[in-house]
């Protein structure tokens, strides 16, 4: 004989009854262990290597650029190499030899400055610690002309005790600084580089995985500059680099944004002999010619002012040591 059908039927959902609740306990074990790892991974300090988007990073500012110098002029004039070159000597009055070529005291001051538009592109390390709301940055390099070189007008300042000069004869009153334009100049490159090994900052929670954040790292900001076929590099000169933006983590992938308006100025002392270079002057008594002379400079003091917009938009993948 058969067994009953409804003896059956309830055999099949008590059977199913307990197959739901092993479902359903361990669903309830998968979920809980996909929560307890993403409050792991708030908790800890992760790493993301960042880079910089070229096409949507760039800076926007007015650049003012003070070199500021003192040193001496002495005329081209060389017996052997160049005796139809000039040659110089302080004073107004008095002999000048046939073989006289004297220095004479002077301040040189170069200023350069204008509108800069350009990419930037680099990299850096990023460090985020949701749990704690903290951020780190390290390793921070970026180069600010990274679309090309700029032109920007530049001029100089002489400023000399009296002298005059031979091949051609000129006199040069000293006490009144002479200020040549000396037309478009080629700043060539611009970057800044963290100094120190990390800087730290705060995270504030939006929503969900995405953090307003404000940083401040101090940067190295150096340069090249092409002047009167001269090239010259413009020593590092430390500045505080403020960062605010919104930042938003993933598990692998982070994605950063800052657009921060810049007012910076800062000057940095200097004691640095630079290269010997030429520079033509145009006579003054009488006008009309042009004295060749070389530059002997000692490198005082370089002050930078920007005034403008930095945007800064980033990606980074999470760091596999």
């Known amino acids: 004989m058969s067994p009953p059908l409804v003896a059956a039927d309830s055999g099949d959902r008590r059977h199913k009854g307990k197959g739901n609740a092993m479902s359903f306990r361990y669903s309830g074990w998968a ?98 610690k949701q749990g704690r709301n903290l951020i780190r940055i390290a390793d921070l390099d970026a180069d600010l002309l990274a679309g090309g070189p700029v032109t920007l007008p530049a001029e100089v300042t002489l400023l000399t005790d009296n002298f005059r000069t031979r091949q051609p ?23 800044m580089t963290q100094t120190e090994d990390r800087a730290v900052g705060a995270l504030t929670p939006i929503e969900g995985n995405r953090y307003a954040f404000i940083i401040v790292p101090i940067v190295n900001l150096s340069g090249q500059f092409t002047v009167l076929e001269n090239t010259f590099d413009l020593p590092p000169t430390p500045l505080p680099l403020p960062l605010t933006g919104e930042i938003e983590i993933g598990p692998i992938f982070v994605h950063l944004l800052s657009i921060q308006p810049l007012d910076l100025s800062q000057t940095q002392p200097l004691d640095l002999e630079l290269p010997e270079f030429p520079l033509d002057l145009p006579t003054i008594l009488p006008p009309g010619d042009t004295a060749h002379l070389l530059m002997r400079l000692i490198l005082d003091e370089v002050g930078f002012v920007f005034q403008g917009e930095l945007r800064t938009e980033a990606d980074g993948v999470i760091h596999h040591p």
């Not at 600084?177 to 970057?191: H, N």
């Open 169 to 191: 004869d000129s006199a040069y009153l000293g006490g009144i600084p002479i200020t040549l334009p000396l037309g478009e100049i080629s700043l060539t490159a611009l970057r």
């Open 31 to 128: 979920c809980s262990l996909i929560v307890a790892c993403a409050a792991t991974a708030r908790a800890e300090s992760v790493r993301y290597d960042c880079r910089f988007d070229a096409s949507r990073s760039g800076l926007s500012a007015n650049i003012g650029l003070h070199v500021g110098t003192t040193g001496a002029l002495i005329g081209n004039w060389d017996e052997l190499n160049n005796p139809e070159g000039t040659r110089t000597k302080p004073g107004l009055f008095g002999g000048f030899g046939d073989r006289e070529n004297l220095a004479v005291d002077l301040s040189f001051d170069f200023d350069l400055g204008g509108r800069v538009d350009s990419a930037t592109a680099g990299a850096f390390r990023l460090r985020v």
